[in-house]
């Protein structure tokens, strides 16, 4: 049976940035992903933006790596050549009763130590963005956009060169708790083949990133304290001229429910712009195109703030699903990301819920799994 120190299952943004991290550590570290590439789900399938953290609850675990995240993650980026844009966005309010909300927003993220918030007017608007329409807005500077794919991939070409293996098409199938080590059992290869490999690892620290289904891989330990709810986010894109639109990015205020930061315009990094995501609780894991919404419901969200926006300069992207942990019924705002040991298998550390800003603060993410591992591997 091979040994590990320890083993990551997850190779999306954050299960990278934690091989990376714990890589400049210890040896013998090993991450398995399920599906045939890394970052093939949440993590690639988003708005690719770098959060500043005006959103979350002071002290939160969201505020805290998200605020953190973001400088790591520039600073990353300019090392590693990962393709970015330090670009700042607008929170815009498109009618004067939703002023108290941007006024609110910015002592929150003021509150979390995010720098160089303010308010702008109608006219500071549209000398950044011609095209859109509201009273007043929230500028946000350390706001961005990144190459998700290219990050992923970046992240994990930093764990290989520090010698831990990255394995795909690997999924877990069993944990064993046994003595002081979880043994881990993995099914090798394409999941519909009969001669698929199964295969052992005893590792000294599991760590769960599995991202949707993070859920399941802490049940196997018997841990049945949460549940994931998907929820799908969808995209129209507008490319061509009509593109020139949009110059950055560009929020309407927040959903009071939490469920999403509202149906928002992306400049992407190749010039055509995105609007999206909505949010959609689905069933089904890997439900991301039936039932989708018609062009038409993105045109009339769009118009709130750009009114020139047409149906015909809209066609249907990608979409992606959130791993949330509150069911439709939830009503209660922004939940925290669960980052924790396991309180009955102590060699087990589960990240749970690791939604948005997730991208953004996988790199300070990492970092505080690290610490966690040093408690395990004392």
């Known amino acids: 049976m091979d040994q590990a120190n320890i083993l990551i299952i997850g190779g999306g943004v954050i299960g990278c940035a934690i091989a990376g991290a714990v890589s400049a550590s210890w040896q013998d570290v090993f991450l398995v992903e399920q599906f045939p590439k890394l970052g093939m789900a949440t993590s690639t399938r988003n708005s690719g933006v770098n959060h500043s953290g005006i959103y979350y609850p002071k002290d939160s675990l969201k505020a805290r790596l998200c605020v953190e995240g973001n400088r790591l993650t520039y600073e ?3 090392k590693h050549n990962v393709p970015f844009r330090h670009c700042g966005k607008l929170v815009v309010a498109a009618a004067a009763h939703e002023e ?5 927003l910015k002592k929150r ?7 160089g918030l303010e308010i702008v007017e109608a006219a500071e608007i549209r000398k950044r963005e011609p095209h859109i329409r509201g009273v007043a807005a929230l500028h946000v500077p ?4 990144v190459s998700a794919e290219e990050l992923v991939h970046a992240y994990a070409r930093v764990a290989t060169h520090q010698g831990a293996n990255l394995v795909t098409r ?10 002081s ?9 394409d999941q519909e083949e009969e001669d698929a490999q199964q295969e052992k690892i005893e590792a000294r620290c599991v760590i769960n990133a599995a991202g949707l289904y993070a859920d399941e891989v802490a049940a196997m330990l018997g841990n049945h304290s949460w549940k994931i709810y998907p929820v799908r986010g969808e995209y129209c894109e507008v490319r061509g001229p009509r593109s020139s639109l949009i110059n950055n990015l560009v929020y309407p205020l927040p959903h009071s429910d939490g469920l999403s930061l509202g149906v928002h315009f992306t400049k992407t990094l ?3 712009f ?8 689905v069933e089904g894991k890997d439900n991301y195109e039936k039932n989708r919404l018609p062009i038409r419901a993105f045109t009339e969200s769009a118009k709130m703030l750009l009114p020139e926006v047409e149906e015909s300069d809209l066609q249907l992207g990608y979409t992606g699903l959130r791993p949330k942990l509150v069911p439709p019924s939830h009503k209660g705002g922004i939940v925290d990301f669960v980052i924790t040991r396991d309180p009955h298998v102590p060699q087990a550390i589960h990240l749970v819920g690791m939604e948005s800003p997730g991208l953004t603060a996988a790199p300070a993410i990492g970092n505080y799994v690290a610490d966690l591992v040093k408690e395990v591997l004392a």
């Not at 108290?100 to 609110?104: G, I, N, R, Y």
């Not at 993220?109 to 720098?115: F, S, T, W």
């Not at 690997?170 to 003595?179: I, R, Y």
């Open 170 to 179: 690997a999924k877990v199938v069993s944990l064993e708790p046994s003595g």
């Open 270 to 272: 190749w010039g055509t």
């Open 142 to 145: 350390s706001t961005g956009i």
């Open 109 to 115: 993220g003021e509150d979390n130590g995010v720098k």
């Open 181 to 189: 080590t979880i043994r881990v059992g993995l099914r090798i290869g």
């Open 274 to 281: 995105l609007l999206g995501p909505t949010a959609t609780y």
């Open 100 to 104: 108290p909300e941007l006024t609110a």
């Open 76 to 78: 990353f980026c300019e």
